[in-house]
T-cell receptor
Framework: EADIYQTPRYLVIGTGKKITLECSQT?????MYWYQQDPGMELHLIHY???????EKGDLSSESTVSRIRTEHFPLTLESARPSHTSQYLC????????????FGEGSRLTVL | GNSVTQMEGPVTLSEEAFLTINCTYT??????LFWYVQYPGEGLQLLLK?????DKGSNKGFEATYRKETTSFHLEKGSVQVSDSAVYFC????????????FGSGTQLTVLP
């Protein structure tokens, strides 16, 4: 049973709107990640965090921003959504054992009209 | 750089058929290898892993053996079920860090009754 939660699961909005995708985990993990999953299913790391007040850009350039004020919370924000932002966004967290194992949320599917 | 190559899908099988999903990797060093599964409408979850050569990971009837000589980590199951229909991702990490987790492109499996 997953202990990492994403909201909303589905979001349809108009161009230019500001959106925040929420991600929370109750496992006490220091490391958290945001992936963008394209329609072809490939996963692209867009943001990661090693702990509170630590955030880094991932391998795929993204116009989104993230914050990590609390260990359990890692929200992703788009200031002005565009149709090109339409995608599935997956949040994940990893334990301190550094095993490479990630725990994923169920995803937030964003559609920008 | 590191990379993971999976057999292209989609793969469609009848129930109780034998499954193989090929995965090969390129890495500078000795990676840990993973298979993740994504069921419809859900996030990814770890299916199995292997951390050194000749290790066999297994879970839910699925198996994969870390073959250093062929740089492969093929996923197998002797008898698939309809409930195994999902997308399967092969992944690797070096040094056990999830930050350096490299995913393959995913293979869609559909099992027909």
């Amino acid at each position: 049973e997953a202990d990492i939660y994403q909201t909303p699961r589905y979001l349809v909005i108009g161009t230019g709107k500001k959106i925040t995708l929420e991600c929370s985990q109750t496992m006490g993990h220091d490391k958290m990640y945001w992936y963008q999953q394209d329609p072809g299913m490939e996963l692209h790391l867009i943001h990661y965090s090693y702990g509170v007040n630590s955030t880094e850009k991932g391998d795929l350039s993204s116009e989104s921003t993230v914050s990590r004020i609390r260990t359990e919370h890692f929200p992703l924000t788009l200031e002005s959504a565009r149709p090109s932002h339409t995608s599935q966004y997956l949040c994940a967290s990893g334990g301190t054992a550094n095993t490479g194992e990630l725990f994923f949320g169920e995803g937030s599917r964003l559609t920008v009209l | 750089g590191n990379s993971v190559t999976q057999m292209e899908g989609p793969v469609t099988l009848s129930e109780e058929a034998f499954l193989t999903i090929n995965c090969t990797y390129t890495a500078t060093g000795y990676p840990s290898l993973f298979w993740y599964v994504q069921y419809p409408g859900e996030g990814l979850q770890l299916l199995l892993k292997a951390t050194k050569a000749d290790d066999k990971g297994s879970n839910k009837g699925f198996e994969a053996t870390y073959r250093k000589e062929t740089t492969s980590f093929h996923l197998e199951k002797g008898s698939v079920q309809v409930s195994d229909s999902a997308v399967y991702f092969c992944a690797l990490t070096l040094g056990g860090s999830a930050r350096q987790l490299t995913f393959g492109s995913g293979t869609q499996l559909t099992v027909l009754p």
